[in-house]
Every structure is written in structure tokens, then in C-alpha cells.
């Protein structure tokens, strides 16, 4: 973890680090790291320290797109191994927006994974409310990089939301969470209004009055 976290230090020169090559270098033995490891003492945090040390090596040498597609591959093996763990999973779940933020449309490649990851988050009973918030932010940076891909996927993240609404009623940080779901939905209309109505009609439909503020 030293390691990685000295690897963000050496490219604050990034010119050097460009020129000299030594951030190609730096950045391939920390790909070696966006790995998750059971063994660790404390596997989130290196985990995170990973993905930091990597987006911050990345954008001081200027890496291609290739090099954010790996980052993203990384986030879908791991998420194979985090599924079920909180902490990791969020850890996960909120790469999602800076990779958006890197690759814009690009991020397209990946878009089906992503989206299964989020509205796993926001489905499942494991999640708590503040875990659930980040996938709600997650939404919202993927319907801004894939507007017009996104809306192929509107009525299952609907759908995610809504469990995610339900759950808030009886946890902590409730408000803060509808207020995101408020956000991701205002994000999923600018892609496909019609298709963000059905969904919300079909919902409000099943369970009268519960979801009237959508």
C-alpha cells in the first residue's frame, strides 16, 4: 500500500514521469494491483489505494483509452469477487463515475456491465443506504456518458431505484438517498423521457400513491 501510494507522489512532475517513461512503469505494476485480495488486513483499503494510484498515474501521463478500458475490466473482475462485501463493493461501485468522467462515450464498451453492477447494488438487501446512494451517483454519470445507449436499460434501473426507494424507509440517511434517486431519474429523463414515464406509470400503477413524487 506504501507503494502505491509513493507512485502518486513521483508523478506530481508529470512531465518527467511522461518523458523519462517512468510513469509507464509505474502504472503497469499497478495494474498488477487492481486485484482483490481476500489476505489482506484490510482488503477495501488496498483496494481503494489501488484504483486512486492508478487514476492518478494515469492522468499525469495521459494514457489512452486502452488504458481505461483495462481499468474497467478491473472493476468487473473485482466486483466478481465483491459482489457480497460492502466496503469493497463501494470501493467498486464509485470508480464508475471517474472512469465516465475519463472516457465519456467510450464507456459505452462497458455500459451493460456497469449498469448490472449498480442496480445489483441498489437491489440487493445486503446494501445500506449510503452504498446505495453511490449507485444512485452512478446512474446519473452513465446516463451523462451514454446518453443514447443508456435508455436501452431504463426500465430494469427503474425498476433498481424503486427497490432502492423502499429500502430507505427504515434506514438511516433516507433523504439523502431519495434525493440521489430524484437526481438519477432527472438524468435517465434527459435520455428517454417516454421510456423513464412508462416505467415510473407501471410503478406508480402496481403501488398507488407510492411513488407520486416521481
Known amino acids: 500500500m506504501q507503494g502505491l501510494r509513493a507512485s502518486c507522489l513521483f508523478v506530481r512532475n508529470a512531465e518527467f514521469a511522461r518523458r523519462s517513461g517512468t510513469g509507464s512503469v509505474l502504472l503497469s505494476s499497478i495494474r498488477a494491483c487492481l486485484v482483490y485480495r481476500s489476505d489482506a488486513p484490510q482488503p477495501h483499503k488496498l483496494l481503494h489505494t489501488a484504483f486512486t494510484a492508478f487514476v492518478v498515474v494515469a492522468d499525469a501521463i495521459q494514457v489512452d483509452v486502452q488504458e ?9 473482475v473485482n466486483y466478481g469477487y465483491v459482489s457480497d462485501k460492502i466496503k469493497e463493493l463501494r470501493v467498486v461501485s464509485e470508480q464508475i463515475s471517474i472512469v465516465c468522467e475519463r472516457l465519456g462515450v467510450c464507456v459505452t464498451r462497458y455500459l451493460r456491465a456497469f449498469i448490472g453492477i449498480v442496480t445489483h447494488v441498489l437491489e440487493s438487501g445486503i446494501c445500506v443506504a449510503e452504498l446505495q446512494h453511490v449507485a ?13 445507449r443508456v435508455c436501452v436499460y431504463v426500465p430494469s434501473v427503474v425498476a433498481a431505484l424503486a427497490r432502492a426507494w423502499d429500502s430507505a424507509d427504515n434506514s438511516s440517511g433516507a433523504d439523502k438517498l431519495r434525493d440521489e434517486i430524484h437526481r438519477a431519474l432527472a438524468s435517465l429523463r434527459e435520455t428517454d423521457a417516454d421510456a423513464v414515464s412508462r416505467a415510473v406509470r407501471s410503478l406508480q400503477t402496481a403501488r398507488p400513491g407510492h411513488f407520486d413524487t416521481w
Request: net charge negative; hydrophobic share 60%.
Open 68 to 76: 481505461w478500458w483495462a481499468l474497467c475490466d478491473a472493476l468487473v
Open 136 to 148: 444512485a451517483e452512478q446512474v446519473t454519470a452513465l446516463a451523462k456518458a451514454c446518453p443514447q
